[in-house]
C-alpha cells in the first residue's frame, strides 16, 4: 500500500485514492478501473464466464462490484453502489469505509467478489478488516 494513499488528508482528491485502491487490488488477482466521477469498477476474472461460451456471455457477466468515493461529514469515504429496488431505479449507497484505509477496502471488497472454490489468488486472498462512516461528491 503506497504512502501516498495512507497519506489522503480528509479534504484530499478521490482520484489518488482510486488509484492506490485499483493497485492494491490488482495484487490480489482481480480486475480493477478508475472511471468517472469517483468509481472504481472491480471484477473477479474467476468468475468470467468462459470466452467459447455465448450463452454464458450473456446470462453470467460474471462477478464484479462498483464503490464510489463520496464525502461523509467532510471525509471521503468509498461506497458501495448496489442495485435499486426497482429496474429504473437509481443506485443505493451504503458507506464502505474511509478511502484513506485501504486495507478495509480492499478487504470486503475482496470477499464480496470471491469465488471460493476457484484457483485464484482473489479467492485465497487474506487481509485485516477495518472501520466502516453523508455525502456529496468528490473533489
Same mark, same amino acid.
Given at each position: 500500500?503506497?504512502?501516498? !494513499? ?6 484530499? %482528491? @478521490?482520484?489518488?485514492?482510486?488509484? +492506490? ?9 482481480? /480486475?480493477?478501473?478508475? =472511471? +468517472? ?7 473477479? #476474472?474467476?468468475?468470467?464466464?468462459? %470466452? ?8 453470467? #457477466? ?8 463520496? =464525502?461523509?461529514? +467532510? !471525509?471521503? $469515504? @468509498? $461506497? $458501495?453502489? $448496489?442495485?435499486? #429496488?426497482? =429496474? ?10 474511509? &478511502?484513506?484505509? !485501504? &486495507?478495509?477496502?480492499?478487504? =470486503?471488497? /475482496?470477499? /464480496?467478489?470471491?469465488? #471460493?472454490?476457484?484457483? *485464484?489468488? %482473489?479467492?485465497?486472498?487474506?487481509? *485485516?478488516?477495518?472501520?466502516? +462512516?453523508? *455525502?456529496?461528491?468528490?473533489?
Amino acid at each position: 500500500m503506497g504512502a501516498s !494513499v495512507r497519506a489522503l488528508t480528509p479534504g484530499g %482528491a @478521490w482520484r489518488p485514492a482510486a488509484l +492506490g485502491l485499483v493497485a492494491e487490488l490488482e495484487r490480489r488477482g482481480l /480486475v480493477a478501473e478508475v =472511471r +468517472g466521477s469517483g468509481v472504481v469498477r472491480v471484477h473477479n #476474472p474467476a468468475g468470467a464466464p468462459d %470466452a467459447d461460451d455465448p450463452q454464458g456471455q450473456v446470462f453470467a #457477466p460474471g462477478l464484479g462490484q462498483e464503490v464510489v468515493c463520496r =464525502r461523509r461529514d +467532510g !471525509v471521503l $469515504w @468509498w $461506497w $458501495w453502489v $448496489w442495485s435499486g #429496488p426497482a =429496474r429504473h431505479s437509481p443506485p443505493e449507497l451504503e458507506p464502505l469505509c474511509p &478511502v484513506a484505509d !485501504v &486495507v478495509t477496502a480492499v478487504t =470486503r471488497i /475482496v470477499r /464480496v467478489v470471491a469465488v #471460493p472454490f476457484a484457483d *485464484s489468488p %482473489a479467492s485465497s486472498s487474506r487481509a *485485516s478488516s477495518g472501520s466502516s +462512516g453523508s *455525502s456529496d461528491g468528490c473533489e
